[in-house]
């Protein structure tokens, strides 16, 4: 049984507890909005704090880094693949001017065949024609006047030729028919005339006899008159046959008439052939000199691109074309050793000499994979000529980027230079 004083503790701290229990600490209640202020303080700072540090970081980075790397002699981009981008230099620092002017020349470039890559086109006059067979592939060695590709066209130009060459055939016999026939004429008609002069001379000396008798009075003017007609008669067959025999003179060409007409037949016929050969032509893709095929651009059945159907090149013979700085072209001469490296070509250079060296300046085409390369340079061609153990070497990597060391055989920098 409970005491009074313990009915009493009971009574009391039942009478401080609230009449209705919401379940919530009303001590933890009271703290929550000092909690509240106080973690907002502190992500306000936390931002402050990350503000300053970027305003710092972009006006004070620059110096820092820079301090930092020359305390411990370390360089930009030292540990990357690919080093730190650096602004573009558009205009030369005189101390970059007076190095670029002493030393061996540098440029970049690429190989190419002697003579350049030749654009193989369709022949003049193919129209629409489209491509039946190529004869060629990459790789192979081509003489001049070699067939490389045969168009659909050619079965009909084929035609042609054949009916021109019967027509020709045709115009050869005729041609010595007529001439078989001019000698069996002219010798019938010698054989006329001497007839006809016999005639002729017989009526002759009839005549004469007739007039003798008349003037002895043994005949009469009728036989003298058949006589005189007789003699006519044989005079005007001995004429017609002397006027035909003009007709077989030669002419003013030397011939005669008819074998004239018959040769200019023949020599018609003769030409169309050679224009039916020449239409051949048109049907098919020749090489216009010797050299490599580099490239085929088309196949069977597809109408060539308007640029060419294959490209070919000399590679027996190659070279490198150099872009030159402009700043640094007249320390390079004709007959200057040249060294070409590139990463395909493995550890032996390239070797050559200058051949030949541009007039015109032009903007840089070859550049390096640096982003920061000047793009815009101002730059003359160089040309320079392999020896033979490099054209071979060169000839499987046409096009191929190459960086060229112009060797100069006085680096020092010139008096003006100096001064």
Do not use: C, H
Request: hydrophobic letters at 45%.
């Amino acid at each position: 049984m409970k005491t009074n004083d313990q009915n009493g503790e009971e009574g009391a701290t039942a009478n401080s507890l609230p009449l209705i229990d919401n379940g919530k600490d009303r001590s933890s209640s009271k703290q929550s909005p000092r909690r509240q202020a106080s973690w907002s303080l502190r992500i306000l700072a936390l931002v402050l704090a990350l503000f300053l540090g970027g305003v710092v970081g972009l006006y004070f980075q620059g110096p820092a880094l820079r301090a930092i790397f020359d305390w411990t002699a370390l360089e930009p981009g030292a540990g990357a693949r690919q080093p730190i981008a650096l602004p573009v230099e558009r205009v030369p620092s005189p101390e970059r001017v007076a190095a670029m002017a002493t030393g061996d020349v540098v440029a970049l470039g690429r190989l190419q065949p002697s003579g350049g890559v030749v654009s193989v086109a369709l022949p003049q006059g193919a129209g629409d024609a489209r491509l039946d067979r190529i004869l060629v592939a990459e790789g192979d060695v081509v003489a001049k006047g070699d067939v490389l590709a045969v168009l659909d066209s050619l079965t009909l130009y084929d035609a042609a030729l054949t009916s021109a060459e019967s027509t020709l055939a045709i115009r050869r016999a005729a041609l010595a028919q007529t001439r078989v026939q001019v000698e069996a004429t002219e010798a019938e008609l010698d054989a006329q005339i001497r007839g006809a002069e016999a005639t002729v001379s017989a009526s002759q000396r009839e005549l004469v006899r007739v007039r003798s008798l008349i003037e002895r009075g043994f005949a009469t003017q009728a036989t003298l008159e058949t006589a005189i007609q007789a003699n006519d008669n044989a005079q005007a067959d001995l004429d017609r046959l002397r006027a035909s025999q003009l007709r077989y003179q030669p002419g003013p060409g030397g011939e005669q008439v008819d074998v004239a007409v018959a040769s200019a037949d023949l020599a018609a016929a003769e030409a169309a052939v050679e224009q039916s050969r020449s239409d051949l032509d048109r049907a098919r893709v020749l090489a216009p000199r010797d050299g490599t095929i580099v490239e085929v651009a088309a196949r069977t059945g597809e109408r060539p691109p308007s640029d060419g159907l294959l490209q070919m090149g000399d590679t027996a013979q190659m070279e490198a074309e150099l872009e030159v700085f402009q700043i640094m072209a007249p320390r390079v001469a004709a007959g200057q050793d040249v060294s070409l490296v590139s990463g395909v070509l493995g550890a032996e250079p390239l070797t050559g000499t200058v051949a030949r060296i541009g007039t015109l300046v032009g903007r840089q085409s070859v550049t390096a994979d640096d982003p920061a390369a000047n793009t815009d340079a101002r730059v003359l061609l160089v040309k320079v000529t392999l020896d033979e153990a490099s054209s071979i070497r060169a000839a499987r990597y046409i096009n191929l980027e190459v960086v060229a060391r112009i060797s100069v055989a006085d680096s020092r920098p010139a008096e003006g230079a100096e001064q």
